[in-house]
């Protein structure tokens, strides 16, 4: 998680967009949101935040490939308290590990 999320950026993601499009749901919670083909819109209060994201080639290292989305977040309407509360929930979603 970060200390500041600026009202735009861009996030080189290691999954799939078939495991993309399966997470986006929980991270997004209980808002409003519509999907399109590579975007989506969602809702906040009287704000917005569009995602954009497109396939990239594969991140190898070694014989390791790992599948790679860049994506891109636009909050429109959205202050920095609330990009902040609603991206410790995102990340908390999306973060995946192992041991």
Known sequence: ???FYPER????MACTEADWLRWL???IGDRHWKLQPGAAGVRMGDGALGLKWR???PRVIGLV???RLLVDFRFAGIDEPQ???FMKRFDLYMQRGGG
């Open 1 to 3: 998680m970060q200390s």
């Open 9 to 12: 950026f861009e996030r080189d």
């Open 25 to 27: 749901p929980a991270a």
């Open 55 to 57: 396939v990239a080639e």
């Open 65 to 67: 490939r790992m599948p």
């Open 83 to 85: 990009r902040h509360a």
